[in-house]
């Protein structure tokens, strides 16, 4: 199993191999699950070696008693494990009922990709690149965004910015952002492609344009680079 996960880490395994391991991670992290369930549930029931019913040796005697006891015993467990599998059961139901536009949603809105530095110039461009890069760090994507427009011919950093601005912003513009990130991929410059390549398939998932987003996503896989790579791959089971 090591060296299964090993592979998958790595993305060495094929198709068939990586669906068996996500299975066996699932179930196991189910399985965890339930175990922690399980105690936390015989602790609320104050249910401990001292105090739930057991069989002594004169209850062997008594087969009324035994039994008893034996039926209170099961009853006990039946009940908690039930109960068990009920919440692990609504559980499992909400991470299988996550649709691709939660997914989506999750990655915008959860962490925003990292700020540019921020580098001084001595031209009216470089100051409004330089204001951009703060106003973006600080969270001001509509500020940003319009100072990255004022820029004439903006380099494909700046374009891809705009369009993180722009999608970002508290009224984002997914139809806008969508079209430069796809710009910046056509380019095929190598600058910000795969980064492009994710977000173009956020905006898109968000525009309902799912065909699209699954062959920008598709391409991140095929690119061999590691980062977003797993997300992809959750994505893709989604669309």
């Known amino acids: 199993m090591k060296d299964l996960l090993k592979k998958y880490q790595n993305n060495e395994l094929n198709t068939s191999d990586t669906e068996g391991v996500e299975k066996r991670l699932i179930e196991q992290a189910v399985e965890r699950e339930m175990r922690q369930k399980w105690a936390k549930m015989l602790e609320s029931e104050g249910v401990e070696r001292s105090t739930a019913p057991t069989l002594t040796a004169t209850d062997t005697d008594n087969p009324v008693l035994m039994t008893a006891k034996r039926t209170q015993q099961r009853r006990l467990i039946v009940g908690i494990a039930a109960s068990l599998l009920l919440v692990v059961g609504f559980w499992w139901w909400d991470v299988q009922s996550t649709t691709a536009i939660d997914l989506a949603n999750k990655a915008l809105f959860n962490e925003h990709f990292a700020a540019p530095s921020v580098r001084m110039g001595t031209n009216d461009d470089a100051k409004s690149w330089a204001d951009a890069k703060n106003a973006y760090r600080d969270g001001q994507f509509e500020q940003a965004a319009t100072l990255i427009e004022a820029i004439p011919t ?86």
């Open 154 to 239: 903006p380099s494909v950093e700046q374009q891809f910015y705009l369009a993180l601005s722009l999608m970002y912003a508290a009224k984002p513009n997914y139809e806008k952002a969508s079209a430069l990130f796809k710009s910046i991929i056509d380019q095929r410059s190598g600058n910000f492609e795969t980064e492009s390549q994710w977000f173009y398939a956020l905006c898109c998932i968000k525009l309902g344009k799912n065909e699209a987003a699954k062959q920008s996503l598709e391409a991140i896989l095929r690119g061999g680079q590691k980062w977003k790579m797993q997300e992809a791959r959750e994505f893709l089971k989604k669309l």
